[in-house]
């Protein structure tokens, strides 16, 4: 599994890993620019509440890696700059820790972020009765705020021996949800929720939904390459719902659950029109990956211009805060 999360690494810096043919469909929308703006872009206030903890920003840095030795170093990088930046971070699957207690120390950056919010995260496929106690005793002992579950079927139908029985897996889901003590997030890995997921968690006692929809990394297009070293199933890497479509499908079955929007989020505008859309807070993952090698400088400059982008939206369509950006809506093109 250690080569595997390392190729995992590789493949994302080297291939290319984005849909090639799919949008996020955000290009479609338009933030309405207001010309007379009574906002003062410095007042411009983008703090929110998420999984309760306060964030300066409603940033997430998305869910990538552990397991392997740079691993370590990547999460290090990038939860320091959560820390320093006042935002939140998602664990890559934590599956590894449960079998591997060297591995475990990729997942340590408590001793750089101690306020955070860190997010654990487990596979649905892997989620079982027999594991909760070994799964909570992971997410105690990197300090996790919250629990993020990634369902990834056809991820899983991609790799070599991947887990691809998901029969039970909502009930799975449901049992968990209530049988621990942290909050639970259900999360794609970029091929989108949409309506027939998000009705079976209507009365699901999770506490957030990220509907990681389709339009930046594939990750059926990933494990193609670490299985075969190319593309042998080229509909299947383009297969997913775009994210634009995943928010407002998942908004309109679950309209008070708090959602994250990723998937191909690039910039501050991308951003806050997600937001606008009706995201509570956004997620970003691979282009944070190369910066997250070099230093946690590198993360936190990135990080920093993607903020400031969104700070100028609201101030440009006239939105003091995040609820007046929620009231403005976005309008089609």
């Keep these: 599994m250690e080569s595997r999360k390392a190729k995992h690494i590789d493949v994302c810096l080297t291939e290319a890993v984005d849909y090639q043919t799919v949008t996020t469909g955000l290009e479609r929308v338009v933030l309405p620019y207001n010309a007379l703006t009574q906002t003062s872009l410095g007042a411009v206030d983008l703090h929110t509440e ?34 320093k930046l006042g935002i939140g971070m998602m664990l890559g699957s934590q599956r590894i820790m449960l079998d591997d207690e060297v591995a475990s120390s990729s997942f340590a950056v408590r001793n750089v972020a101690p306020e955070a919010l860190l997010i654990g995260n487990i596979g649905l496929a892997q989620v079982s009765d027999e594991l909760i106690p070994q799964l909570v005793a992971a997410l105690d002992r990197v300090g996790a705020n919250a629990l993020a579950v990634h369902t990834n079927p056809l991820q ?140 946690t400088a590198a993360v936190s400059d990135w990080l920093q211009s993607f903020i400031a982008e969104l700070q100028i939206c609201l101030h440009g369509c006239g939105a003091v805060d995040l609820a007046a950006l929620r009231r403005r809506g976005v309008n089609p093109l």
């Excluded at 309760?52 to 890696?65: D, N």
């Excluded at 740079?70 to 999460?75: A, E, F, M, Y």
């Excluded at 949800?177 to 091929?191: F, S």
């Excluded at 027939?196 to 990750?219: F, M, N, Q, R």
């Design 50 to 83: 998420f999984l309760g903890v306060r964030l300066e920003a409603p940033v997430l840095i998305g869910a990538m890696t552990g397991g392997a030795e740079l691993s370590g170093v990547i999460n290090r990088n990038l939860a320091a700059a959560a820390e």
């Design 156 to 295: 899983e139908a991609m790799q070599h021996e991947g887990d691809t029985d998901f029969t039970g897996s909502i009930e799975r889901l449901r049992h968990l949800a209530a049988a621990i003590d942290y909050p639970v997030m259900l999360k794609e890995v970029g091929h989108g929720i949409g309506t027939a997921a998000a009705a079976e968690l209507v009365d699901c006692p999770i506490a957030a939904v990220d509907v990681a929809g389709a339009g930046g990394t594939s990750w059926a297009r990933v494990e193609q390459y670490v299985r075969y070293g190319e593309i042998r199933y080229p509909t299947l890497a383009e297969w997913g719902i775009p994210t634009a479509q995943a928010l407002r499908e998942v908004r309109g079955i679950l309209p008070d659950m708090p959602l994250v929007a990723s998937g191909g989020i690039r910039t501050g505008m991308d951003a806050a029109k997600a937001l606008a859309m009706g995201a509570d807070v956004v997620a970003v993952a691979r282009p944070l990956l190369a910066p997250a090698i070099e230093s």
